[in-house]
């Protein structure tokens, strides 16, 4: 199975600021269709996971513009360009790539400092 | 709007049995795969099961092979997982999902404890 690692595990960033958590795959993730199925989640405390990326770097509808995700290969990256409160939560990487099964990364949790 | 709501969590003995059901409203179910998600208290995500769109093509995580089955029936825009011989390590808050490209929409989950 793929496994995906996460980093930073806990991420305190204070309100504003930039915050990047960083995903690395034990291979590639790109398909044989050419696309890369790496999708970011983010779990809010006592509420269902939510998508905010697939495919790398395509934000889902109603995601707000200063998430955004990049890489490529085994290396990706999410960025959230100046954190809200309301951002705080866990956020996990996952890959759909080689299935089954799907598999996440350990997540991230995100702090206000 | 998608909503997908799950029921049939509970308290179950070891050994146990106990059927989830997510019932799907907002699009059309039978076009999508879906899938069961499940989340251990204070643990990451787990993926379970997945089914396409007519059944006749089901995976499931290794853990749960021999033990869950996933099922649908389009009629009542349903997803069933099947738990038999539950254990502890089952323990857990299992989502169901609509695939589109991959995990897209969630639904709240439901709450299986496995305990004597």
């Known amino acids: 199975d793929v496994v995906l690692t996460q980093s930073p595990l806990s991420l305190p960033v204070t309100l504003g600021q930039p915050a990047s958590i960083s995903c690395r795959s034990s291979?590639?993730?790109?398909?044989?269709?050419?696309?890369?199925?790496l999708n970011w989640f983010q779990q809010r405390p006592g509420q269902s996971p939510r998508r905010l990326i697939y495919?790398?770097?395509n934000r889902d509808s109603g995601v707000p513009d200063r998430f955004s995700g990049s890489g490529s290969g085994t290396d990706f990256t999410l960025i959230i360009s100046r954190v809200e409160a309301e951002d705080v939560g866990v956020y996990y990487c996952?890959?759909?790539?080689?299935?089954?099964?799907?598999?996440f990364g350990q997540g991230t949790k995100l702090e206000i400092k | 709007e998608v909503q997908l709501v799950e029921s049939g969590g509970g308290l179950v003995q070891p050994g146990g049995s106990l059927r989830l059901s997510c019932v799907a409203s907002?699009?059309?179910?039978?076009?999508?795969?879906m899938s069961w998600v499940r989340q251990a208290p204070g643990k990451g995500l787990e993926w379970v099961a997945n089914?396409?769109?007519?059944?006749?093509?089901?995976y499931h995580v290794d853990s749960v092979k021999g033990r869950f089955t996933i099922s649908r029936d389009n009629a009542k825009n349903s997803l069933y997982l099947q738990m038999n011989s539950l254990r502890a390590e089952d323990t857990a808050v299992y989502y169901c999902?609509?695939?589109?490209?991959?995990?897209?929409?969630w639904g709240q989950g439901t709450l299986v404890t496995v305990s004597s």
């Open positions: 495919k790398v770097s």
């Open positions: 089914m396409n769109q007519d059944g006749s093509d089901t």
């Open positions: 291979q590639s993730l790109v398909y044989s269709d050419g696309n890369t199925y």
């Open positions: 996952m890959q759909g790539t080689h299935w089954p099964p799907y598999t």
């Open positions: 907002g699009f059309t179910f039978s076009s999508y795969w």
């Open positions: 999902a609509r695939q589109l490209e991959r995990l897209r929409d």
